[in-house]
C-alpha cells in the first residue's frame, strides 16, 4: 500500500507561483502513475497533471504551458510548479498514485488564487 501526503498549498495572487510537494510512502516501488486533481466545491474532482513511471507527461488544457509535474525517482516526492496562477486555479489539490492493488489519495491541499 502507498500513503501520501501533499504540502505546499497557500494563498497567491493573480499572476504568481506555487508549487506543490507529494510524498510517497510505502510500497512506492510500485508506482506505475502519480497524478495531480483538484476540486472545487460542486464540482468533480478534475485531472490536473499526470507522470508515468515510464516519465510519459500529460497535462489538462487549462493548465498547459503553466504548470509543470516532476518527479525524479520512485523515492523522491512528486511536485506541481504551477506559474501564473489564476483565480480559477483556485481548489483542493490531491496527489494520487496507482499501483497494481489499486489508488491512494491525499488528504489534499488548498491553493487560493486572489484576484
Known amino acids: 500500500q502507498v500513503q501520501l501526503v501533499e504540502f505546499g498549498g497557500g494563498l497567491v495572487k493573480t499572476g504568481g507561483s506555487l508549487t506543490l510537494s507529494c510524498v510517497a510512502s510505502?510500497?512506492?516501488?510500485?508506482?506505475?502513475?502519480m497524478a495531480w486533481y483538484r476540486q472545487v466545491p460542486g464540482k468533480e474532482r478534475e485531472m490536473v497533471a499526470i507522470?508515468?513511471?515510464?516519465?510519459?507527461?500529460y497535462y489538462a488544457d487549462s493548465v498547459k504551458d503553466r504548470f509543470t509535474i516532476s518527479r525524479a525517482s520512485s523515492k523522491d516526492p512528486m511536485y506541481l510548479e504551477m506559474n501564473s496562477l489564476k483565480p480559477e486555479d483556485t481548489a483542493v489539490y490531491y496527489c494520487?498514485?496507482?499501483?497494481?492493488?489499486?489508488?491512494?489519495w491525499g488528504q489534499g491541499t488548498q491553493v487560493t488564487v486572489s484576484d
Open positions: 494520487t498514485s496507482v499501483t497494481g492493488q489499486g489508488r491512494a
Open positions: 510505502g510500497n512506492t516501488a510500485c508506482i506505475s502513475v
Open positions: 507522470i508515468t513511471e515510464n516519465r510519459g507527461l
